[in-house]
């Protein structure tokens, strides 16, 4: 009995001593301390961007003459806006030769007016005309026709002896072949006019040749009015 209660207060003694010691040894760690407000951010600042622009010096024509009151003002002086008016109905960039194209163009067009090789509303000859006489012993004529200018709608007819070969022939750029038998004796070819163009009057270049294929003759009109003709009398033998 007396070995246990021994025990027991041994056991009370040294838990009491541990407990002591321990609260020796541990001191509380203090929360940290913040203030309740938080602090404000400092506000940007804010630069005019005119201001950089003003303290930027004008750049100016250096003056070349000995007299200071003489300047030249340059027209690409920063700040100075270009005028705008003017007396002259050319654009900027517009090619100075245009002026002269014009011109160029209408002396051309009556040098190949000259020529014969262009179409115009010139004075238009109103009687027939006579393209020769020849005499043959062939049995027909190949006659070719084409408009020598510009191609504007020119019509020709074509007969012999008052009879109706060809009732319309269209002049273009390449010839056309007509055939137009020949009878025995007196052969007048007729070549009619039946309008005139929209560039001007009847213009045809004309090529015969014999049943052989022989050039008899290469001739043309030029400006005939509508109505008039242009012949050739063939004479079989």
């Known amino acids: 009995m007396k ?11 040294v838990t ?51 007299n200071t009151s003489i300047t030249t003002k340059s027209k690409f002086q920063i700040g100075e806006e270009k005028s705008k008016f003017t007396m002259s109905t ?12 014009a011109k160029m163009e209408k002396d051309l ?3 190949l007016k000259d020529a014969g090789l262009r179409e115009g509303r010139g004075q238009l000859i109103k009687k027939n005309i006579s ?9 027909f004529f190949i006659v070719k ?11 020709v007819k074509v007969s012999s002896n008052d009879k109706v070969i060809r009732d319309q022939v269209f002049l273009d750029s390449n010839f056309k072949e007509v055939k137009i038998p020949l009878t025995a004796g007196f052969n007048k070819l007729d070549f009619e006019a039946l309008n005139i163009g929209s ?19 290469n001739d043309y009109w030029d400006n005939l009015a509508a109505g008039f003709k242009a012949s050739i009398i063939v004479t079989k033998e």
């Open 3 to 13: 070995h246990i209660l021994f025990f027991i207060l041994f056991f009370t003694a």
């Open 90 to 101: 050319e654009t900027e960039f517009a090619n100075p030769g245009d002026r002269y194209v």
């Open 109 to 111: 067009d009556r040098a």
């Open 16 to 66: 009491v001593s541990a407990q002591t010691e321990f609260s020796t040894k541990y001191k509380s760690i203090p929360a940290p301390k913040f203030s309740s407000k938080p602090k404000k951010a400092p506000t940007p600042e804010i630069k005019d961007p005119q201001a950089d622009l003003a303290e930027i010096p004008s750049i100016k024509t250096p003056n070349v003459y000995d």
């Open 145 to 155: 026709f084409r408009d020598f200018g510009a191609i504007d709608g020119d019509l």
């Open 199 to 217: 560039l001007g009057g009847n213009t045809a270049e004309i090529q015969v040749y014999d049943d052989k294929g022989a050039l008899v003759t």
């Open 131 to 139: 393209l020769g006489d020849f005499k043959t012993k062939s049995e």
